[in-house]
Structures are given as C-alpha cells and as structure tokens.
C-alpha cells in the first residue's frame, strides 16, 4: 500500500475508534490493523479488517428499516428512533447508500479506497 494511503487510512482508521457508534467489534478489527502497520502480518491483517469493515457498514435501507422497528425504538428511544429513520429516508433520498454515523462515515471512506489499500 502506497504510504499516502496507508496515512489515509490511519487517520481514518483513529477517527473511527473514536467514533461513539462505533461498534466493539469494529474497534477491536481498528486496533488489530494499527498494531499490524509496518510488520510482517499487515497484510494479512488489513484484508481481515477490510472484510470486518464491509460487514459492519450500515446500508441506509437497512437503517431506515431497523429504526422503524420496535427494536430499533428500544435501541434509540422512541422519539430519537423516528429521527433516526427521518434523517436516513432524507440522505437516502439526497443519494446516502450507508448510514452517516461517525463510525459508518470513516468506514465509508476507507472502504472507498478499498482497490489502493488492497494492493
């Protein structure tokens, strides 16, 4: 991976540990990647954090979906639910294909440079 990229993808890779949405699964796949740049074993540890991050992106149907949900509503309270689903049919509708979290939103640009990262 060419170093600009590898600089992308660390500070994007920071931002989503930081991220409040971020899941501890997505965290724990961040840290291993970190921990792995510049050894022997980034390789392989970046296409395992590549496929953690394409598993846990939220498509926006999938979030407009859940938040209209009675699971959705415990997860987020009732009224911040409705927002939620609100908010995702807005971008969804502006041309939005993930969820526009924090988290989600650093995953979404490190999976666009996804073929550079791979390389």
Not at 37 to 57: F, P, Q, R, W
Request: charged letters at 35%.
């Amino acid at each position: 991976m060419d170093q600009n990229v590898k600089d992308y993808v660390i500070e994007k890779t920071n931002e989503l540990i930081a991220a409040f949405s971020c899941s501890p699964e997505t965290k724990e796949a961040a840290e291993r990647w970190l921990a792995a740049v510049d050894t022997e074993g980034e390789a392989a540890e970046t296409a395992k954090y590549i496929a953690e991050l394409e598993a846990d992106i939220m498509p926006i149907d999938q979030l407009i979906a859940f938040a209209g949900t009675e699971a959705g509503a415990k997860v987020f309270g009732e009224e911040k639910a409705k927002e939620v689903k609100s908010h995702a049919e807005e971008i969804k509708a502006a041309g939005a294909k993930y969820c526009d979290c924090p988290a989600c939103a650093a995953v979404e640009a490190i999976l666009a440079r996804k073929e550079e990262i791979l390389k």
